[in-house]
């Protein structure tokens, strides 16, 4: 019983880290999708225009 646990705890370790590497993989899109929709936004605020003089 006791070698079960310890696969069992060997088994969550490795899920936990599996799940953790794909957060950070996903960090990037997440940022880029953030991003894009603060500049979408700022565009339909500024009308599209960049500068105005």
């Known amino acids: 019983m006791r070698s079960r646990k310890g696969e ?3 088994e969550y370790c490795v899920l936990i880290a599996i799940a953790i590497l794909a957060l950070l993989a996903m ?3 997440m940022t880029r999708a953030v991003c894009g929709r603060w500049r979408q936004a700022a565009d339909v605020f500024g009308g599209g225009r960049q ?3």
Do not use: K, S
């Open 8 to 10: 069992l705890v060997i």
């Open 27 to 29: 960090r990037v899109y």
């Open 51 to 53: 500068f105005e003089r």
